[in-house]
């Protein structure tokens, strides 16, 4: 007999379960890996977006438009570190996207810089000789202490401008990339038939040097990091709440206590001895596990306002834990360890019709309902001993999203349901954030710098 293998967010359930139930297992073949990996035939394009399939994650493939994103023009006496900043956007956020392969600016065999933003001052064949199918031209106007932001998209092959639910304005400085994010966004709409997902934020925690552990927020492109927590403790499972206020579990006061952060302020909502952690709201109400002074944790429903518990969800001998809402509220997934090992079970709100949904494996952690409402992913450890993220449809059917890419942990799911993020040590430098498509096509290094990044939560 083998005990769990131990991720951090994992330990907090091995503790758990192994004080109170002793909880040991067997490594059994987890999951069909050839079967279960993501194949061609799974690559469906979206909307009307045409354009070249490339290789995106080992041997799958999946249909990327050519994009060509010539540098900003920086006009009347504007700043050419704005210039610099609109173009850097563009192309790191169309990459970003997954559904463009950005092409590389050194590939541009004529000077960009003799060209207008206009359609009449285009040569449209010089943009198709490259590979271009879309061409996005920018440029920037001082005007005071403002500046005109015209952004424009082309169709190549077409030879005009492509209209967007986007116009040009004028803006402070500081505004110029939420700006540029909002042309992206509606670039990306007009290919898919659904704005793109930039201005949206995640939370996330990251270890220091001296070994605590912040909870920060940032945008989704990296942009605007903010440091939530101020202590020098161990601060973890962030999630949001409305409003923008952010609930984590922090051992500042050397018990598991859940606190909330609300424009600036934080307060301890639940400090009752032993769990006080893995918060998910939904509707005004606040899912939790507690473990109400013993060591068995089960899932409550405590008041967002003041803590006290409304009513308790999960009563069984096994832990339940990391409580996730179905979109309408009228559903929990969790984690159960009553079949022996960690599986992902579903029950309504109220408790009641409690079942298991995952019958592959014996170590599934880290649920989170989809927004669409028709798939749960989650954290599995596979016969290798290695972590990788799954996705089950709610008759149990299992999807593999990642393979030999290293360790892969805790998804969550974009607002849309189109992207995931997720933290994982490939590469061998630590563990980072990274970006994905649902299907696990396409994959992309969100936080190029740095390492100790963990436990993302999506914004929505």
């Known amino acids: 007999m083998r005990p769990f293998a131990l991720s951090p967010r994992h330990r907090r359930f091995g503790r758990s379960a192994s004080a109170l139930l002793g909880i040991c297992l067997l490594l059994t073949p987890?999951?069909?890996?050839?079967?279960?990996?993501?194949?061609?035939a799974d690559s469906a394009t979206e909307g009307d977006l045409s354009g070249i399939e490339v290789?995106?994650?080992?041997?799958?493939?999946?249909?990327?438009?050519?994009?060509?994103?010539?540098?900003?023009?920086?006009?009347?006496?504007?700043?050419?570190?704005?210039?610099?900043?609109?173009?850097?956007?563009?192309?790191?956020?169309?990459?970003?996207?997954?559904?463009?392969?950005?092409?590389?600016?050194?590939?541009?065999?004529?000077?960009?810089?003799n060209e207008g933003v206009a359609a009449a001052d285009i040569n449209f064949s010089n943009w198709?000789?490259?590979?271009?199918?879309?061409?996005?031209?920018?440029?920037?106007?001082?005007?005071?202490?403002?500046?005109a932001l015209d952004l424009r998209l082309f169709s190549v092959d077409q030879g005009r401008q492509i209209s967007l639910n986007w116009s040009?304005?004028?803006?402070?400085?500081?505004?110029?990339?939420?700006?540029?994010?909002?042309?992206?966004?509606?670039?990306?709409?007009?290919?898919?038939?659904?704005?793109?997902?930039?201005?949206?934020?995640?939370?996330?925690?990251?270890?220091?040097?001296?070994?605590?552990?912040?909870?920060?927020?940032?945008n989704i492109d990296g942009s605007g990091v903010q440091r939530i927590t101020r202590n020098n403790a161990i601060n973890l499972l962030p999630s949001f709440g409305p409003g923008g206020a952010i609930y984590f579990?922090?051992?500042?006061?050397?018990?598991?206590?859940?606190?909330?952060?609300?424009?600036?302020?934080?307060?301890?909502?639940?400090?009752?001895?032993g769990?006080?952690?893995?918060?998910?709201?939904?509707?005004?109400?606040?899912?939790?596990?507690?473990?109400?002074?013993?060591?068995?944790?089960?899932?409550?429903?405590?008041?967002?306002?003041?803590?006290?518990?409304?009513?308790?969800?999960?009563?069984?001998?096994?832990?339940?834990?990391?409580?996730?809402?179905?979109?309408?509220?009228?559903?929990?997934?969790?984690?159960?360890?009553?079949?022996?090992?960690?599986?992902?079970?579903?029950?309504?709100?109220?408790?009641?019709?409690?079942?298991?949904?995952?019958?592959?494996?014996?170590?599934?952690t880290t649920p989170e309902w989809s927004p669409r409402g028709d798939r749960i992913v989650f954290s599995g450890r596979d016969e290798r001993n290695h972590y990788d993220i799954f996705s089950v449809d709610m008759q149990g059917n299992i999807e593999r999203l990642t393979q030999d890419q290293g360790n892969n942990f805790e998804p969550s799911y974009s607002p849309d349901g189109r992207y995931l993020v997720f933290t994982s040590d490939r590469g061998g430098q630590g563990k980072r954030l990274w970006l994905m498509s649902a299907d696990g096509l396409f994959q992309k290094l969100l936080t190029e710098e740095g390492s100790s990044y963990e436990e993302a939560a999506w914004e929505r």
Not at 201 to 214: D, V
């Open 275 to 364: 769990q006080n952690s893995g918060a998910a709201f939904c509707g005004g109400k606040l899912a939790v596990t507690l473990s109400l002074g013993g060591d068995n944790t089960d899932v409550y429903l405590i008041s967002p306002e003041d803590g006290s518990v409304v009513q308790r969800l999960t009563d069984h001998w096994a832990i339940d834990v990391s409580p996730t809402w179905s979109p309408d509220c009228s559903r929990i997934a969790f984690v159960s360890g009553r079949s022996g090992g960690a599986h992902i079970y579903v029950m309504n709100a109220d408790g009641t019709e409690q079942r298991r949904l995952t019958f592959q494996g014996t170590y599934n």
């Open 168 to 218: 040009a304005s004028t803006l402070s400085p500081d505004d110029v990339r939420k700006e540029v994010n909002a042309f992206i966004n509606a670039v990306i709409e007009h290919y898919t038939g659904q704005p793109g997902f930039f201005g949206s934020r995640i939370a996330y925690s990251q270890r220091t040097r001296s070994g605590a552990k912040h909870i920060y927020v940032m």
């Open 30 to 40: 987890l999951y069909a890996s050839a079967q279960d990996a993501p194949t061609s």
């Open 128 to 147: 198709m000789n490259v590979g271009a199918q879309g061409l996005v031209k920018s440029s920037v106007r001082a005007e005071g202490d403002q500046i």
């Open 249 to 273: 579990t922090s051992y500042q006061d050397q018990n598991p206590d859940l606190w909330v952060w609300r424009g600036g302020r934080v307060s301890k909502l639940s400090s009752r001895s």
């Open 55 to 113: 290789e995106v994650s080992g041997s799958a493939r999946r249909t990327l438009l050519p994009v060509a994103v010539p540098d900003t023009q920086a006009l009347a006496g504007a700043d050419s570190a704005i210039a610099d900043e609109v173009e850097q956007t563009l192309r790191r956020n169309l990459d970003l996207a997954g559904y463009f392969r950005v092409l590389p600016v050194d590939s541009f065999f004529f000077d960009t810089h």
